[in-house]
């Protein structure tokens, strides 16, 4: 059950009455105030303990992958749909999920379709999800679109995953590289100038007295470097998020290597994967295309599909349409060709969703290949100069037999 917060007037005295009820959905919280006697004014969801809202906006996307699968597996029985809604919501464990279910069984009670219940929480279900319900639910086989959901969403989750480990893997290194350092220079090196000031005579390398300087400012303003670097961060996230920042973002991620070509091969499995599961599903080309580009998570690549989107509608093939598209590796308009030829578009995209997802993988053991000696050599290289400003002034003096 769902919490509301609901304004409604009592007819008989004309006051208006703020209060909450508990229903599975907003209509059906409405039809308990008009059979309490009031008409209702306005109604929403307010927060459940936890603080979890009851939206759903902290839904995980193995809780939807689960949800499309058991649905799938229920609808498949022959149960009803709101039979199957009411049994997956029972044995999910997540109550965000739950409470998500309960709306959209609401709204199914109450006379919408199921595809229009779900566009009702589009940060859960996004177009992809919610086109191909609606294409199983016009052609009668919505057992099969959620299966085919399930599957297209746990090979995305499953390659994201993966290229993820590869991005973390190397940031945690130099994550630990950097406060090793910073521990060597701000609690290492002053022990050295103690030592050695007070000997007549000495006078330190200039690498000793670089590192030491840095030593000195890191001690002696610390908090000013600080709050510069949560400031970056901050202002950093924020620019991310921006048009001329997300343009900087996905063009890196195409142009700088040796991540470019894994994230090129990323997105054209999630271009081959989605298109396959959208056209296996019934969905017309042009929508698919729309669908995808929105989904493709990368504003270069996106309009290179919008822009085949319009050479499509002109009469062009899709093939065409791609074909020397410099955000587009060769393979997927030469597949798509041949599967408009022959008449399989969907064996063809399925097959490069396949091929390139392997080559993620490939990608992705090549990457850590190259990357771990070079990490190991910028930490040799970041010991060999630490250890230099140390023994460097050692050499020094004994050069100049100030300890004998």
Same mark, same amino acid.
């Given at each position: 059950?769902?919490?509301?917060?609901?304004?409604?007037?009592?007819?008989?005295?004309?006051?208006?009455?703020?209060?909450?009820?508990?229903?599975?959905?907003?209509?059906?919280?409405?039809?308990?105030?008009?059979?309490?006697? /009031? =008409?209702?004014?306005?109604?929403?969801?307010?927060?459940?303990?936890?603080?979890?809202?009851?939206?759903?906006?902290?839904?995980?996307?193995?809780?939807?992958?689960?949800?499309?699968?058991?649905?799938?597996?229920?609808?498949?029985?022959?149960?009803?749909?709101? *039979?199957?809604?009411?049994?997956?919501?029972?044995?999910?464990?997540?109550?965000?999920?739950?409470?998500?279910?309960? *709306?959209?069984?609401?709204?199914? #009670?109450?006379?919408?379709?199921?595809?229009?219940?779900?566009?009702?929480?589009?940060?859960?279900? $996004?177009?992809?999800?919610?086109?191909?319900?609606?294409?199983?639910?016009?052609?009668?086989?919505?057992?099969?679109?959620?299966?085919?959901?399930?599957? *297209?969403?746990?090979?995305?989750?499953?390659?994201?995953?993966?290229?993820?480990?590869?991005?973390?893997?190397?940031?945690?290194?130099?994550?630990?590289?950097?406060?090793?350092?910073?521990?060597?220079?701000?609690?290492?090196?002053? *022990?050295?100038?103690?030592?050695?000031?007070?000997?007549?005579?000495?006078?330190?390398?200039?690498?000793?007295?670089?590192?030491?300087?840095?030593?000195?400012?890191?001690? =002696?303003?610390?908090?000013?470097?600080?709050?510069?670097?949560?400031?970056?961060?901050?202002?950093?996230?924020?620019?991310?998020?921006?048009?001329?920042?997300?343009?900087?973002?996905?063009?890196?991620?195409?142009?700088?290597?040796?991540?470019?070509?894994?994230?090129?091969? /990323?997105?054209? =499995?999630?271009?081959?994967?989605?298109?396959?599961?959208?056209?296996?599903?019934?969905?017309?080309?042009?929508?698919?295309?729309?669908?995808?580009?929105?989904?493709?998570? $990368?504003?270069?690549?996106?309009?290179?599909?919008?822009?085949?989107?319009?050479?499509?509608?002109?009469?062009?093939?899709?093939?065409?349409?791609?074909?020397?598209?410099?955000?587009?590796?060769?393979?997927?308009?030469?597949?798509?060709?041949?599967?408009? #030829?022959?008449?399989?578009?969907?064996?063809?995209?399925?097959?490069?969703? #396949?091929?390139?997802?392997?080559?993620?993988?490939? #990608?992705?053991?090549?990457?850590?290949?190259?990357?771990?000696?070079?990490?190991?050599?910028? /930490?040799?290289?970041?010991?060999?100069?630490?250890?230099?400003?140390?023994? /460097?002034?050692?050499?020094?003096?004994?050069?100049?037999?100030?300890?004998?």
């Amino acid at each position: 059950m769902i919490t509301f917060k609901y304004e409604a007037r009592d007819p008989k005295t004309g006051n208006k009455i703020t209060s909450t009820i508990q229903a599975d959905s907003e209509q059906a919280a409405g039809k308990l105030l008009i059979t309490q006697g /009031l =008409a209702p004014i306005n109604i929403e969801p307010i927060k459940e303990k936890g603080g979890v809202l009851n939206r759903g906006n902290k839904v995980k996307s193995k809780d939807r992958i689960v949800f499309a699968r058991e649905l799938s597996t229920l609808i498949n029985a022959g149960l009803p749909l709101v *039979q199957s809604l009411r049994s997956v919501g029972d044995q999910t464990d997540s109550k965000p999920m739950k409470l998500v279910i309960n *709306q959209i069984i609401g709204d199914v #009670e109450a006379g919408k379709s199921f595809s229009t219940a779900l566009s009702r929480h589009p940060k859960i279900f $996004n177009g992809i999800f919610i086109s191909m319900v609606s294409a199983g639910e016009a052609s009668g086989t919505l057992d099969r679109a959620l299966e085919r959901l399930a599957i *297209q969403q746990e090979k995305d989750a499953e390659v994201i995953s993966k290229v993820r480990g590869a991005l973390v893997y190397p940031a945690i290194v130099m994550l630990v590289m950097g406060g090793v350092v910073t521990f060597m220079i701000v609690g290492v090196l002053p *022990q050295v100038k103690s030592i050695y000031s007070g000997l007549k005579g000495a006078s330190l390398p200039w690498i000793t007295r670089l590192l030491l300087w840095i030593s000195d400012t890191i001690i =002696a303003y610390w908090w000013i470097a600080l709050i510069v670097l949560i400031l970056l961060v901050f202002f950093g996230m924020k620019w991310f998020k921006t048009v001329s920042g997300r343009l900087f973002a996905d063009r890196f991620k195409l142009k700088v290597p040796p991540f470019n070509r894994l994230f090129m091969k /990323l997105y054209m =499995a999630r271009f081959s994967r989605t298109a396959h599961t959208l056209i296996a599903s019934g969905v017309p080309l042009i929508q698919v295309l729309e669908i995808v580009s929105k989904s493709i998570n $990368n504003v270069l690549v996106e309009a290179s599909i919008k822009k085949g989107t319009e050479k499509v509608k002109g009469g062009k093939s899709l093939a065409d349409s791609l074909q020397g598209d410099p955000n587009f590796l060769p393979l997927v308009p030469n597949m798509l060709r041949i599967g408009e #030829e022959s008449g399989s578009v969907e064996q063809m995209m399925e097959r490069t969703a #396949e091929y390139y997802e392997k080559e993620v993988d490939n #990608e992705i053991k090549t990457i850590s290949t190259i990357i771990e000696p070079v990490l190991m050599v910028i /930490l040799g290289v970041v010991a060999i100069t630490i250890v230099a400003a140390i023994l /460097l002034p050692i050499y020094s003096l004994v050069g100049k037999n100030i300890l004998g």
